[in-house]
């Protein structure tokens, strides 16, 4: 039987979706029936026509904040400049600052990872090279974004022949590589820099990954079909740090988690901890 013809005589092929539309759909829904707060870092890059399929470097105006280049970041530049940012907000310790700074960028960064996996395992490619954090006085005061539209997808995707992206072989894969790009080669040597000019331990800081992507699945997971603690087991056995968070779910299936480390906030805000906080204090 002879197939039949993809497109219409006279007629141009449908353009191929974006990568980034998916996440940015989930990313809407988030907004209506969870919170903005979650991904309110993120929403700039979704919605901007340089994560949309342009091949050039995005920028943004230096009077829309203070940008820290991974790069610079994970080659041990800049760290402390980024360490008084969380000194002139909360007013810490050195080593506190240190573990809120960190705690901070953190999340920012995996964001974008753990929606685009939860959203249709499309995986934004956020090495070093391809990261911008922001800092601004404004709301969102903290923000990240590529610098080039770059996704891991698997061959199925409807996005696989999209410029964009780089098809890899099975999900196995893409958790290997997501592990590569945004930690060994990104949040790893951040976090080393950070270990060098603050006296906070590796743990505690590796505990704010796992809280991190804890937190970013328990908001995302509640619009999508996926159970939410087979998404959060998945993700944090693939950064290696399922051992420093507990998570389960509550009556209605939705993720719990509690740290087993300290970020170090409750040494700041007069001894209050996060409802997360492996530190328990009586409270009046």
């Known amino acids: 039987m002879t197939a039949l013809p993809t497109t219409t005589p006279g007629r141009l092929p449908a353009p191929l979706p974006h990568p980034i539309d998916a996440l940015r759909a989930v990313a809407d829904r988030v907004d209506r029936e969870v919170s903005v707060h979650p991904l309110a870092g ?6 901007s026509p340089h994560g949309n399929g342009s091949a050039r470097e995005s920028r943004v105006e230096p009077s829309d904040g203070i940008e820290f280049h991974a790069a610079e970041l994970a080659a041990g530049e800049r760290v402390e400049e980024l360490m008084g940012t969380a000194a002139a907000l909360w007013g810490g310790s050195a080593h506190a600052n240190a573990a809120l700074a960190w705690k901070t960028y953190c ?6 990872v753990v929606l685009g996996y939860v959203a249709a395992r499309r995986v934004p490619v956020m090495d070093a090279s391809n990261a911008v954090f922001r800092v601004a006085e404004d709301a969102p005061m903290f923000s990240v974004r590529q610098l080039r539209p770059r996704f891991l997808v698997l061959p199925h995707d409807p996005c696989a022949a999209h410029p964009d992206a780089e098809v890899v072989a099975n999900e196995s894969v893409l958790l290997d590589r997501l592990h590569a790009t945004v930690f060994e080669a990104h949040l790893g040597p951040v976090l080393d820099a950070f270990l060098a000019k603050a006296r906070v331990g590796r743990r505690t800081l590796m505990g704010s990954v796992a809280s991190g992507i804890a937190y ?3 908001s995302i997971a509640q619009v999508v079909p996926d ?5 959060a087991k998945t993700l944090l056995e693939a950064f290696d740090v ?3 968070v507990d998570i389960s ?3 209605v299936g939705r993720l719990v988690y509690q740290r087993r480390t300290c970020c170090l ?3 700041i805000d007069g001894n209050r901890t996060c409802s997360t906080c492996c530190v328990r204090t009586e409270r009046p």
């Open 216 to 218: 970013a699945v328990a």
């Open 42 to 47: 993120v929403r700039a890059w979704l919605d």
């Open 242 to 244: 399922a051992d420093l």
């Open 227 to 231: 159970p939410d603690d087979v998404l």
């Open 265 to 267: 906030a409750l040494t």
């Open 107 to 112: 999340y920012w960064t995996l964001a974008p």
């Open 249 to 251: 779910t509550d009556a």
